[in-house]
């Protein structure tokens, strides 16, 4: 991810052998991760059986939080792409029982349709 992408909000893919070692401990048994999504210090991890979104806190980034979202949770979800100006694109989730939707920005190079490909193959089982 570059620099310049972090400070812009923009997310990027990152290469799942990567974070295995760091984020497997929060796996279940027969759970893999599928993708991985980096956002200035955050991740947002698509597995076989759910959406893990990390929170890294405070300037360390010792304390995190995972947020699990079982695929069956979610109810609706949008693409937004990348135009001429405007230039990222964007990723909407809305969770059962939530109003708003969970919104991810990811940059111009990234492929918004094979995000939201994972994720309608696991939603719309």
């Known amino acids: ?3 310049l992408d972090g400070m812009m909000g923009n997310a990027s893919e990152v290469k799942v052998e990567n974070i295995i070692k760091e984020y497997g401990k929060v796996l279940a048994n027969g759970e893999q991760i599928e993708k ?3 956002l200035i210090r955050d991740m947002f991890i698509f597995t076989n059986k759910r ?3 990390v929170d890294k806190q405070g300037v ?5 939080e995972y947020h699990s979202i079982p695929y069956k949770s979610i ?3 949008s693409i937004e792409t990348a135009g001429h100006l405007d230039l990222d694109a964007e990723l909407k989730i809305w969770v059962s029982g939530s109003a708003t939707p ?3 920005q990811f940059n ?3 492929n918004i349709y094979e995000v939201q490909s994972v994720l309608a193959s696991y939603v719309l089982k």
């Open 60 to 64: 360390t980034a010792k304390k995190q």
């Open 1 to 3: 991810m570059g620099i």
């Open 75 to 77: 109810i609706h979800f």
């Open 108 to 110: 111009k190079s990234l």
């Open 51 to 53: 959406l893990i979104l």
């Open 36 to 38: 991985a999504y980096q």
């Open 102 to 104: 969970i919104q991810k």
